[in-house]
């Protein structure tokens, strides 16, 4: 029952823009923290952004994204997003929607293909 979807990779030139968004169902999705994470070919899955419950909630990020992404969420909409500007190549990774429920236990998206290349 407990989904997360995530849309919104592709291919994108070096300095462009993408917005993911992982839309969860099956869960509260308004008591949930959630998160972004990346796994690039051949490196381990890091974390990129999180954000805590509650309206606008409290954000972090990985030092490498600071500045450049911004994840934000409509609860009314059960959607979290990552705005990814100025993107480089180093960014390429399949990205990964995640949530810990009330209770503790983290879910996971299939994931979404970002690829930055000229």
């Known amino acids: 029952q407990v989904q997360l979807v995530e849309s919104g990779g592709g291919l994108v030139q070096p300095g462009g823009s993408l917005r993911l968004s992982c839309v969860g169902s099956?869960?509260?999705?308004?008591?949930?923290?959630m998160s972004w994470y990346r796994q690039a070919p051949g490196k381990e899955r890091e974390l990129v952004a999180d954000i805590t419950s509650g309206i606008g909630g409290s954000t972090n990020y990985a030092g490498s994204v600071k500045g450049r992404f911004t994840i934000s969420r409509d609860n009314a909409k059960n959607t979290v997003y990552l705005q990814m500007n100025s993107l480089k190549p180093e960014d390429t990774a399949v990205y990964y929607c995640?949530?810990?429920?009330?209770?503790?236990?983290?879910?996971w998206g299939q994931g979404t293909q970002v690829t930055v290349s000229s």
């Open positions: 099956g869960f509260t999705f308004s008591s949930a923290a």
């Open positions: 995640s949530a810990t429920s009330h209770w503790g236990i983290m879910y």
